[in-house]
């Protein structure tokens, strides 16, 4: 365990390693957050997200935003998961009767994304592998919502490394490409999640987001439809889904008051940050909201070395989520 600085707001919480996707949520008071951990590397980059080659996950946490970070150190390693051969990519964590969830996907032996979970007794790990990964998952970007019911749902998708174009039928089609530009957009995969936290109930869930009127988001509205990274928080009764639209480089939301959907647009929440990728959580903290994000101003631009940052989130009287300009511009 390392202590670094009082982190600033829209500042890189730490710079000691490269971070990305952030998933913070409070456990015991506290927040934590789990985050990718971008290694060094120069290989090349390209659309299947090689450069992503991600092998194992650290824990941060604060006691407030007015604490120094705590670096938990390595709590999951590529080499002690059985299934997975590489590219951990961004996790999320959920809490269930005692026991700390982590969500995670990989690529299995075949090169197809799965999503796999670990258990540990601490919020700040170690986390112990399942054997296999979630029987019917698929693709990349878990996000838990355990409901107010105690009911857990799992969110998940990201497409052209991701992979979701390719489970159009329902079995993985190699060569599949995603939707034309005047057709319905994918939409992220929604399951519940079974009561000891392990399995999908069920076969996952296309979620629809749709516009004011009702109508689908198409694949060609590139400003609006899902790419990658859902995130679903809970505020005022509705349901906030936020995602990335990948090659416009926003964050935006649309609201539902259905955990599974449909979705109704409504905005943008970040707009674009340094370097190609955009992901991030939402958490409410002591009676305030925050946007947990990263970008990659530590390597001056480097796609897969990122840092982790926050900034207050806040919304406006009718429910709406206002726009947040990460350099203040
Ligand atoms: O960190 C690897 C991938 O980049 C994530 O899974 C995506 O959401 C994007 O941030």
Not at 54 to 83: A, F, R, T
Not at 303 to 327: A, F, S
């Amino acid at each position: 365990m390392e202590k670094f600085d009082v982190p600033k707001p829209n500042h890189p919480l730490v710079t000691h390693i490269f971070t990305a996707d952030p998933s913070a949520h409070v456990f015991e008071g506290k927040i934590y957050i789990y985050p990718s951990h971008d290694l060094d590397h120069d290989s090349p980059s390209n659309d299947n997200g090689d450069q992503y080659a991600m092998e194992d996950y650290h824990v941060l946490s604060l006691d407030n935003l007015e604490s120094p970070v705590v670096d938990h150190g390595q709590v999951l390693h590529l080499k002690d998961i059985p299934w997975a051969s590489k590219q951990l990519w961004a996790p999320d964590a959920a809490y269930k009767e005692g026991i700390y969830f982590l969500y995670f996907p990989a690529r299995d032996h075949d090169g197809i994304f799965r999503i796999g979970v670990a258990t540990s007794a601490s919020p700040a790990g170690t986390f112990i592998p399942q054997p296999t990964y979630i029987a019917g998952s698929y693709s990349i970007d878990p996000a838990v919502l355990v409901d107010d019911d105690n009911q857990a749902y799992i969110y998940f998708g990201g497409l052209w490394g991701g992979q979701l174009e390719k489970w159009q039928t329902g079995n993985f089609e190699p060569e599949a490409a995603g939707p034309a530009a005047e057709a319905p957009a994918l939409g992220p995969r929604v399951a519940g999640l079974s009561e000891d936290m392990l399995s999908f109930e069920g076969a996952p869930r296309e979620i629809s987001i749709v516009d004011e009127n009702g109508s689908p988001i198409l694949a060609g509205d590139e400003d609006r439809r899902f790419f990658e990274g859902p995130w679903v928080h809970k505020h005022n009764g509705w349901y906030y889904l936020s995602y990335s639209t990948g090659t416009t480089h926003k964050l935006v939301y649309a609201v539902s008051r259905n955990p599974m959907g449909p979705f109704t647009f409504k905005g943008t929440i970040l707009t674009p940050v340094i370097g190609w990728t955009t992901h991030h959580s939402i958490v409410r903290f002591q009676d305030k909201w925050y946007l947990f994000y990263h970008d990659s101003s530590l390597s001056d631009g480097v796609n897969h070395k990122r840092c982790v940052k926050y900034t207050e989130l806040h919304y406006n009287e009718d429910g709406t989520i206002r726009t947040i300009d990460p350099y203040g511009n």
